[in-house]
């Protein structure tokens, strides 16, 4: 017999990004750091801002806890520091919030630029009034309990996105992008590119200059059927 587990486990993060790195993304649509990851790092599409207005850039503080359980999520607001997002994993759990107004309020104080999870929410309008951004599944109006195991600033799993506590993350309007932190010097300068690109293509749209946006003659190559 294993016994009790442990309430929380609790990991010390051994790396972070840096503030220039964060910087050097935050002004970036998350579509464009998509593309600057080849598609990958995007959290699935169930995990849907409180209101389309909300946007963060920030660095995880990750905690995951067990189905309607909110322990660890409690506990990560004494790891935060002013920057930080919450990245809170409840493996997809629907059967109550992780979170409130209340929750949400304090991690404001704290200097938190917002708060992803693939679970419930509660508090709606509480949250947009006195919280930083909050991008969750939805919504349910009842609460977890504080019982654990959780575990604190280890390797989450959230939207189908592995997320390590020091990574950059971007949310806006379309979506939650993740950057790895062991990464982010190769995808800030992937970022470059993708930016320069869309320059070029904005232009030539606002010029007049583009009258389709496929190759044909690759395709014809390859065999068109008109029928």
Avoid at 21 to 26: K, S
Avoid at 117 to 138: E, H, L, N, Q, Y
């Amino acid at each position: 017999m294993i016994g009790d587990p442990l309430a929380l486990r609790i990991h010390t993060p051994v790396g972070r990004a840096t503030p220039e790195q964060v910087a050097a993304v935050a002004d970036a649509p998350t579509s464009f750091l998509a593309d600057a990851q080849q598609g990958w790092n995007c959290m699935d599409a169930a995990i849907r801002p409180l209101d389309p207005d909300m946007r963060f850039v920030g660095v995880a503080v990750t905690a995951a806890g067990g189905p309607r359980d909110n322990l660890a999520a409690i506990a990560a607001l004494d790891l935060v520091a002013p920057g930080d997002v919450l990245v809170l994993a409840t493996g997809c759990d629907r059967s109550g919030a992780v979170i409130g107004d209340h929750y949400a309020a304090v991690a404001k104080q704290k200097g938190v630029v917002g708060i992803v999870t693939d679970g419930m929410v509660r508090d709606a309008a509480g949250i947009r009034a006195k919280g930083p951004p909050v991008f969750s599944c939805g919504l349910r109006p009842n609460s977890g309990y504080r019982n654990g195991p959780g575990e604190l600033n280890g390797t989450v799993s959230v939207g189908e996105v592995a997320v390590h506590p020091g990574d950059i993350v971007v949310a806006d309007e379309d979506g939650v992008v993740v950057v790895p932190h062991v990464h982010a010097e190769r995808v800030i300068a992937a970022l470059a590119e993708v930016q320069a690109k869309e320059d070029v293509l904005e232009g030539k749209i606002a010029r007049g200059e583009l009258t389709t946006l496929w190759d044909r003659a690759r395709y014809l190559e390859r065999g068109v059927e008109e029928l």
